[in-house]
């Protein structure tokens, strides 16, 4: 405790005076207070370990508690700079020592072994265990290519696209390294790996990304850098990489892409092709993702002086020789084998991996149902002209498992069921009706179907109009029922308003419309406007893209009474010894609530109401239960149809068929210069091969629904054959004319009606939506009020 005289010694009595700021040198013991104080040197400095004894708590309590509080901190201070110091180091050390041990250990590979292992053949199998085809190289790779033996384009190529440093750097660039981990760390992904890595991690088969991985990855490059020349690490690499279209190593790629036996007449185009596909060799059957790997090394290479500015400007792109016919397969069934390799990529066992090992992939395709859609296609569309294009696939509702695809007739061009967007068109409105259910509205609610109509947005010429020809029985009290039989476009615009637009989109989200969809490199939002906002209401009668694929992944969810199944291609992948490395697990959710009873309701509902639908020529064999809606988009600035739809199912299989063309603004005809609406060539397609595909199965019945909302029953029809005048009205693809057509009479007890029964395409195009009303359209009675 301090006195009057300044603070004490420890043996007691007051202390001599102090100036300000001067240390409490009485408070030492008498052994340093006799020693004369020596200059202020780093060596003697108060705060030095050997001072520490002396400022231990029993001489704090001789200090004022100012002081005791100062040497407190310095002692806190001391230990905090300390724990610091030997933190840095160990941060500064513990890599370097990490990175020894592991320069000790790892093996670098051998590049007669790593090229050994890709000849391993895979083969590819039907759902029944056929055989489809068999992925192997024609060429073994076992004879290396040597350094001298690669012509300069190749190199210049692939150290542009994959390291323009490779010739310089000691085997990993720290920079993409220290991005990687960053990315890692935000649960991002990243690539950054120069040549020896990419030949590490392929050699290795570790392709997590995980920090540990890439540590060990550049470890093994560095090590493979100080132990072999820079030429023959990347005669390793070239002689080893895969390339796509079943090419491991240059050699072979040279000659699946562009039938090139001698590698030195490989051109650097050709070369910028072949080096752009390394980074996902897996997207070598999709056409922009080629042209735009291909000019982004082109690109590459100029900046980097390995070719000239007007070689790049001259140079068209190098379109590679169609792929040679494997075991059979060719066709549209080529489309099939793609799907099937770029399923395989998304669950890690692609070509390149499942090469090294040999295998088996049992796929979902069923022989007997793809026979019948490829039968379906060309008996349809034999004889019409080549500028139209169609696709069509057929997938299990009940499993998500894929049966049927058709993606173009040569299987070496653009798949048109995922590789292109197209406006739905009608066939889109059971969304609309969804979005009614989900709010308690049914088939039996009524609504105002007069035409035209103006809505926010839709005003005068701009109203929105049904097609000429189509009217309800009632057109100011439509119900939903008649409205979706009829194609009533007014009815479905006024419920998407009523509802919301967005929630017709949700609708059709949760039934199996992706969000967002990436084709080549561009990815894609869906049913939205620009920026995200929300759609208008064009969406109720299917004015926003979606891939024809999908239609008939959102119509599956219906048959399978309101249960959405991720779709899928692969069921099962064994290995060389027949154990399986991967099976199927089924991705599956209640789609329309998350309470699997009020999903099926909806679904139910909505089946009910399309089963009245596919009738007359489009009607499936037998009386079979079968439900669906066709679609068409208008051509922009007329009346007449750009594109065609028929999409439809049955409790057990669900398909789409789509018709369009890919030359510009062009109007659909047929052979015979008529236009095409969706039940026509779309809808005999469909018919043709859901009948074919279900022949000699169980005829099962859907289920009757339990209502919702104001319900409605289907009114049966009595019909009679339309009288004619001329020959060109039995032709069921002729346009229509200005003569009456004939009428169909249905008597109730209460009223007698006559309707126009005109089935597409004799009914006049709309302005948009779908054009045609019903073969069978519904007539009598008056429209049950809402």
């Not at 056929?130 to 190749?154: C, F, W």
């Not at 869906?526 to 109720?540: C, F, H, T, Y």
């Not at 022949?695 to 099962?700: V, Y």
Request: proline residues 8%; hydrophobic residues 35%; contains cysteine.
């Amino acid at each position: 405790m301090a006195g009057p005289g300044g603070p004490r010694r420890p043996g007691g009595g007051p202390g001599p005076e102090r100036r300000p700021g001067e240390e409490p040198t009485d408070l030492l013991p008498p052994v340093y207070q006799s020693t004369p104080r020596e200059p202020e040197l780093l060596t003697h400095r108060e705060d030095e370990v050997e001072l520490e004894p002396f400022y231990d708590d029993e001489y704090d309590e001789e200090l004022t508690e100012e002081e005791a509080r100062a040497v407190r901190r310095k002692k806190i201070w001391r230990r905090v700079r300390r724990t610091t110091y030997v933190a840095f180091g160990l941060m500064l050390v513990a890599p370097v020592v990490a990175f020894a041990i592991a320069y000790q250990v790892v093996e670098v590979p051998n590049p007669e072994v790593e090229a050994a292992k890709q000849d391993k053949a895979i083969t590819i199998l039907y759902s029944d265990g056929s055989p489809m085809t068999k992925i192997a190289q024609a060429e073994g790779n076992r004879t290396l290519v040597k350094y001298e033996d690669l012509p300069q384009s190749i190199k210049d190529a692939v150290m542009a696209a994959e390291d323009p440093t490779f010739m310089t750097n000691v085997g990993f660039d720290l920079t993409a390294i220290a991005r990687a981990g960053w990315y890692q760390l935000k649960g991002e992904q990243s690539g950054g790996s120069g040549l020896t890595q990419q030949y590490v991690k392929a050699a290795t088969e570790q392709d997590g990304m995980t920090l540990s991985r890439k540590f060990t990855e550049a470890v093994t490059a560095y090590k493979m850098s100080q132990q072999q020349d820079k030429k023959d690490i990347l005669t390793a690499y070239l002689n080893t990489v895969y390339f796509g279209k079943g090419a491991s190593g240059i050699k072979t790629a040279a000659k699946a892409y562009f039938g090139h036996d001698d590698l030195k007449n490989l051109t650097h185009s050709q070369a910028a092709l072949l080096a752009g596909m390394i980074q996902n060799p897996g997207r070598d059957w999709q056409p922009a993702y080629l042209l735009e790997r291909w000019n982004y090394v082109m690109d590459q290479m100029v900046e980097h002086k390995m070719i000239e500015p007007a070689y790049r400007a001259s140079e068209p792109f190098p379109e590679p020789v169609p792929d040679a016919e494997q075991a059979g397969l060719a066709g549209p069934r080529l489309h099939i084998l793609q799907q099937v390799k770029q399923e395989m990529s998304e669950l890690q066992w692609g070509v390149d991996r499942l090469k090294k090992i040999g295998g088996t992939v049992h796929t979902t395709i069923d022989p007997p149902m793809q026979a019948a859609a490829e039968a379906a296609v060309d008996d349809v569309m034999k004889g019409q002209d080549p500028i139209l294009k169609t696709s069509m696939s057929a997938i299990d509702p009940n499993t998500g498992a894929v049966k049927a695809y058709w993606g173009s007739a040569t299987g070496d061009g653009l798949d048109y069921q995922t590789g292109v967007l197209q406006e739905p068109g009608s066939s889109f409105k059971p969304f609309d009706f969804v979005a009614a259910l989900k709010q308690g509205e049914g088939a039996g609610e009524a609504y105002d179907g007069s035409s035209p109509r103006e809505f926010p947005g839709r005003m005068g010429n701009n109203a929105v109009r049904n097609s000429p020809g189509v009217a309800c029985n009632t057109p100011k009290r439509c119900s939903v029922r008649e409205a979706m039989v009829k194609s009533v476009n007014t009815v479905f615009f006024d419920m998407a308003l009523k509802f919301g637009t967005n929630k017709v989109a949700e609708a059709a989200f949760a039934a199996g419309i992706p969000k967002e969809v990436t084709i080549g490199d561009k990815t894609t939002q869906l049913l939205v406007d620009e920026g995200g906002a929300q759609p208008n209401g064009n969406i109720s009668i299917g004015g926003y893209l979606v891939r024809p694929f999908d239609i008939t992944s959102a119509y599956a969810t219906f048959a399978a009474r309101g249960v959405y199944h991720k779709p899928f291609f692969v069921s099962k992948i064994t290995n060389a010894e027949n154990v399986a490395i991967y099976h199927h697990i089924d991705e599956t959710r209640p789609a329309f609530d998350d309470d699997p009873t009020k999903s099926q309701d909806i679904a139910d509902n909505v089946t009910d109401v399309l089963k009245g639908i596919p009738k007359g020529a489009i009607a499936c064999a037998g009386g079979r239960d079968c439900a669906g809606k066709t679609g068409t988009h208008e051509l922009q600035g007329t009346s007449r149809n750009a594109k065609a739809w028929m999409a439809g199912y049955t409790p057990t299989l669900a398909a789409s068929v789509w018709i369009g063309t890919d030359a510009g603004n062009i109007a659909l005809v047929n052979a015979a210069g008529k236009d095409i609406y969706g039940s026509g060539l779309p809808g005999e397609i469909w018919k043709k091969f859901m009948d074919g595909a279900l022949n000699g199965t169980a005829m099962e019945k859907f289920p009757k629904p339990k209502p919702i909302g104001q319900f409605e029953e289907p009114k049966p029809l009595t019909t009679t054959p339309p009288t004619t005048t001329s020959e060109k009205t039995k032709e069921s693809d002729k346009k229509p004319t200005t003569t009456e057509p004939a009428t169909t009479t249905r008597t109730t007890p209460t009223t007698t009606r006559s309707t126009n029964p005109c089935r597409p395409p004799l009914c006049a195009p709309t302005t948009t939506g779908e054009p045609e009303p019903s073969s069978d359209p519904i007539v009598g009675g008056t429209a049950p009020t809402g």
